[in-house]
C-alpha cells in the first residue's frame, strides 16, 4: 500500500515511505484521503456551500420567497416546479431563466411556469448584499425548499454551490415530460438523469393541477361509456364537467382541490387510488404495477413497507437538485439571472 502512495509523496515532501514506520504510513493515507476528500468536496454542491462567502445568502432567499408568498401564496408550486422544469433540462444551472428568441422559457412546456420575479428579485438583493457569490441556480434551489417550508412542510438542506449555465434553448426541453406521456416515457425520463420510479411517484407527489390542463380527459376521451378517461372514477366525471363545461371557455382554470393544495401530505396518492389524479400522467401512475407498488406503500397499504412522504420527498428533491450540476470553473455566476453576463 505505501508503495503505491510512495511516488504522490515524494514530489511535494520527499517523504520515502519504505522509511517510515507503518503508524506513519496509516497516518499518511489518512492525510491523503482527508485531502482527495476536501478536493473533491470543493468541486460539488454541498451544505452550506456561502456560509463563509455569503453568510446571510439563504436567509435573504428565505425572506425573499416570504415576502412574495405573502401578497401571492401561489408562487410557492410555482417556485417547486421551476425547478424541475430547469434542472431537467441542461442540468439545474438556471437555463430556464434567460430572456430571448428561441430560449428555455419560450418553449411550450415552459409556458405555464411563473416564479421568475421572485427568483430575480432575491438576486437583486443578493448582490448588493455580496456581489458574484451566489448563482441564480442556488437561488432555485433555495427558493423551491423555502416555499414547500411554507407550505408546512417539513424542512430539507439543501446543497449549494451550483454553477449558471451559458446556454438556453427552446429545442432542448424535450427531455420534460409531458402530461400525456405513457407511465414508461415518464420512467425513462427521469431515469436518464438517476432517478428511479420512486423518485418520479415522490416528486409528482406534490402535484398541483389546473383543471384546464385536463378538460380535454372528459369529453370524447374515448368512443365508450359516458366518453370521459376511464381512469377518471365514474362518480368524479359529473363534478368535473360542471367546472369544465364542454365547449366552455378554454381559458379557465379552475385550481383543483381535490384533497390538500396548501397541506403537505400524501392526500395525492390517495385521490390516485380513487380516480381523482387530475393529470393524465399522474392518474397513469396507478395502472402501472411498479408505480402503483410506491403509490401504495405512501398509503400504508398492509403487507408493503411503509413509505414516509415527508422524508423521501427532501431525499428526492436534494437527488434532483444535483442533476448535471456545474461546478468549478464551468459555467458562471450570472449579475442579472435573465442573462448571460
Ligand atoms: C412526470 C412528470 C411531470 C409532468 C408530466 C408534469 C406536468 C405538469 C403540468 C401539466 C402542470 C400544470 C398544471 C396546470 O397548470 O394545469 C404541472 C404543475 C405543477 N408541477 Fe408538474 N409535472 C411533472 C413533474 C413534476 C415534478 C417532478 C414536480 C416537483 C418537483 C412538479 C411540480 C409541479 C407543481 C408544484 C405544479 C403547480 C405549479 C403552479 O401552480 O404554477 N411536477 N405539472
Ligand atoms: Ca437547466
Redesign the pocket.
Known sequence: MSEAFNFLFLPFWGVDLQEMGSKQNLFLVFLMIVIAATLVQGQGTRVGFHSRTCPRAESIVRSTVQSHFRSNP?VA??L??L??HDCFVNGCDASILIDGPNTEKTAPPNL?V?GYEVIDDAKARLEAECPGVVSCADIIALAARDSVVLAKAPNWRVPTGHRDGMVSSASDTITL???R?SVDS?KRKFAAFGLNTQD?VT??G?????L??SCYRLYNFTTTGNGADQSIHPAFVPQLRALCPQNGEGTRRVELDTGSVNRFDASFFGNLRNGRGI?E?DQKLWTDASSRTIVQRYLGVRGLRPLNFNVEFGRS?VK?SNIGVKTGSQGEIRRICSAIN
Open positions: 401561489s408550486p410555482a417547486l416546479r425547478h424541475f405555464g411563473r415530460v409531458g402530461f406521456e415518464q418520479l416528486l409528482v406534490k402535484h398541483i393541477s389546473f384546464s390542463s393529470l400522467s428533491i434532483m
